[in-house]
């Protein structure tokens, strides 16, 4: 079954344009969706695209759209099938922290992870398992 894609960005737009190349490429998602308001619906079944935030306090780590929308939605993690993160690896052991925590917390895993805008190498493997896992819409 195809899957939605619901991702957040950043003031960088670091992950939009991630998400961009990704369209470019052939992205198989049956929705592209940028979470901009705490209120949107949850998707049947989805792949979370986000950044991770560097604060000192992990609680300030997701994207605040995001937080607020995790916050209204207590049950949306049941319809998540996985997150792709962004991170700096400036941020150290912070690196990609927003997927490590969902997936600690929420048990939803972390496919892949990438550094600022990702390579296409990066790319690459994030199409081949959306491919692999959710079907090929080309």
Same mark, same amino acid.
């Given at each position: 079954?195809?899957?939605?894609?619901?991702?957040?960005?950043?003031r960088?737009?670091?992950? /939009?344009?991630?998400?961009?190349?990704?369209?470019?490429?052939?992205?198989?998602?049956?929705?592209?969706?940028?979470?901009?308001?705490?209120?949107?619906?949850?998707?049947?079944?989805?792949?979370l695209?986000?950044?991770s935030?560097?604060?000192?306090?992990?609680?300030?780590?997701?994207?605040?759209?995001?937080?607020?929308?995790?916050?209204?939605?207590?049950?949306?993690?049941?319809?998540?099938?996985?997150?792709?993160?962004?991170?700096n /690896?400036?941020?150290?052991? /912070?690196?990609?922290?927003?997927?490590?925590?969902?997936?600690?917390?929420?048990?939803?895993?972390?496919?892949?992870?990438f550094?600022?805008?990702?390579?296409?190498?990066?790319?690459?493997?994030?199409?081949?398992?959306?491919?692999?896992?959710?079907?090929?819409?080309?």
């Open positions: 079954p195809m899957i939605d894609i619901l991702y957040t960005t950043m960088t737009g670091n992950t /939009r344009d991630f998400i961009k190349k990704l369209i470019d490429a052939g992205i198989p998602a049956s929705a592209v969706t940028e979470l901009t308001d705490p209120q949107q619906p949850v998707p049947e079944q989805f792949v695209f986000t950044a935030y560097c604060s000192e306090d992990l609680e300030g780590i997701y994207h605040p759209t995001l937080q607020a929308w995790m916050d209204n939605h207590p049950d949306w993690h049941k319809h998540c099938k996985g997150t792709v993160v962004s991170g /690896r400036n941020f150290r052991s /912070r690196y990609a922290a927003a997927g490590k925590m969902l997936a600690q917390k929420h048990n939803i895993p972390m496919l892949h992870n550094e600022l805008k990702g390579h296409p190498k990066d790319v690459d493997t994030v199409l081949y398992g959306l491919n692999k896992y959710f079907g090929d819409a080309r």
